[in-house]
């Protein structure tokens, strides 16, 4: 039981850092831009799957939690080299190749939207100067002759002038069509960018998925299988945001700022110089910014999964925490999760405004800078009142889509673990392969033999140690042995979920390394320990054993596991075939059951049943009995259980294990009269009856 006042085993992991962005939900490369914009200003996605916020989880790390190697992923290890990121990204970019229409289309819409807000200073100048020439025509400032006039795009101070000479009305409508088609593109945009987005999010995460499944056991082994759902749900999608927030639009933004940089450098390099002094500060303050921005991004999902993980503890042992008057210690350990998650998310309103002040810091700065360089220095730099105003709006203007490459290289920084994790998952092997020209057996007759095989989980474990047994076609045999002698361990490995370290296992004269999967698993079938049910119908459930089974089939496998009249009473179960599979219904029993009838809608020729009888009644004993005496009656049937009556009353044979061997074998009056093991088990049983009995 665990202590109630105790955190939970997931509560202090050091090595957290985001899979998003630097800003909470925020997509650098998607904020809208444009002039007067405060490129800090948090703007983009809603959090959710994928995105940067934590979704809601109750303990466990937070999505976008870097965790490293092995099955629970990248957890705090090395930072993942610089030449190894930049092979998952090349990677990476192959998965745009089947989307590569609706991508050429996000570029060229990207490239367009983020360029239409330059059009804003660029048409000012001309429209300013027209407005100021018409102005001063009169000396009265009276603008009524401007609709007549028309202007350059660039004037120079010695009266020649470059590009096109436009009215003031064309100035005007080409001003006003760039501000209307900024917002309409960019709302197509964002439309084709989710379409792109959730494609490849859809893709990678089913190429994780997937993989996972065709992982052998060992994987499987100790991971948590929270971090694992973490890798899919999360991680995987920090490929797509690779792709779609780091790569893509820091690419259009850096072409965007290039050609605006070459406009400007056009009209006066000095000028030029002059707008971009500024900038290395501003560079550096805005990453520094940038950073404290992820820290404490990172920090709120730390403690805001310390507070759901009291807050789960605090539900989930509400009965041990009251028993053990714990209530004061709980709600302390409450109070101090919940101070640190308020004051976290508190600091991070404090970093937005920093980052967003500090931009505009900048954005006036270099503005006033342009405009006192621009006057003092207009002729010399070959400047008119026109192109200083291009100026002046161009430097802001830039700012933008500066912030949003330096986000997205800060974001991709805190991608690229969970990148390189996703990578290491899909590259994993599993380390069972079938053979590459696999023996395929028709029909399986159900001859199996164990050669001195050898098997543990680990280095220093041997589960089994040189077993050998073999059990002949149509035989019922019975695998008994303490708890943890290795007789599921037994089943797996028959079933080629394990391999054994040293013997051979063999099926009908073939080594099962030889067979294919398909014979192996479609032909001896398993009725597992622990079932696994999917919250589906119990029509479903049962179907899962084969996808194409007919209702008939699945009612007649239901008949064969004599759990059929069962389900089909409402008295019973109140839905019959199509009554949901839940934690309490059908009762353990009848699950186990309905788990029987599975195994045996692939009429398989080799049935091996692990604990058949747990949680079963004496009626339900002896459906399961029939069970193996009619279906498997001519087939092989190996049984594993504790059941020492049943056993005696089912098998033919019965082989006792210990120490990983085979230590008695033999029919139960035998190994009763033989006095060994096998008596032992069986008068511990009795115990253990009487002593139920009497309470
Ligand atoms: N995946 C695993 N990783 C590590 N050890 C394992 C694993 N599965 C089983 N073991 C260990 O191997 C031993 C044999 O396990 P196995 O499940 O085969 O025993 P069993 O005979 O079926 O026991 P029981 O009667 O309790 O079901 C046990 O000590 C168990 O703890
Ligand atoms: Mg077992």
Redesign the pocket.
Known sequence: MTDPTKPSDDGDEAPVAMAGTPLPGARPGRRPGGAGMPPGSVMGRPAGPGGGLPVGRVGGPPPGAVLVGGPGGRRGGPPVPRKVAWGYVVRSLALLRPLRGLVAVSILLGLIVTALPFVTPAVWGPIIEILGRVASQDGLGSLQGVWGASGPRISRPDGTSSGPVLSFAMWLTIWAVSLVLSQVLGFVRAWVDAQVDWKLLTEIRQRVHDHLQSLS?DFF??ARSGALMQRVQVEAGGVQKLLTDCIIPPGIDAIVLVAALVYLLNLSWQMTIASLILSPFAFLVLRLVGNKLQATTRQIMISSRHLGGELEETITGISDIQVFHAEQRRSERFEEASKAAAKNSAMMVVWLQASSRSTQIFVALSTALVLIVGVAFSTSFGLTLNSLIVFVGFVPTMFAPAQRIIDAYTSYNSIVPNVASTYELLDTKPSILERPDPVKVDEVRGNIVFEDVVFG??ER?K?LDGLSFSIREGETVALV??????????FNLLLRFLDPEHGRIVLDGHDTKDLSFDTLREQVSKLS?FPFFLKDSIRENVRLARQDATDAEVEEACELAHIHSVIVDPAKIENGYDTVVDVQVPSGGQKRLIALARCLLRKPEVLLL??PTENLDGDQRVRVSQVIREYARERTCVV?S?DMDFIAAVADRIIV?AGGRVAEEGSHQELLARGGLYKKLYEAQDVDDTAGADK
């Open positions: 056991l082994t100790g989980y680990g474990q589960v042995g303490q708890i943890g002698s290795g007789k599921s361990t037994i320990q692990d604990e594993i504790h294990l």
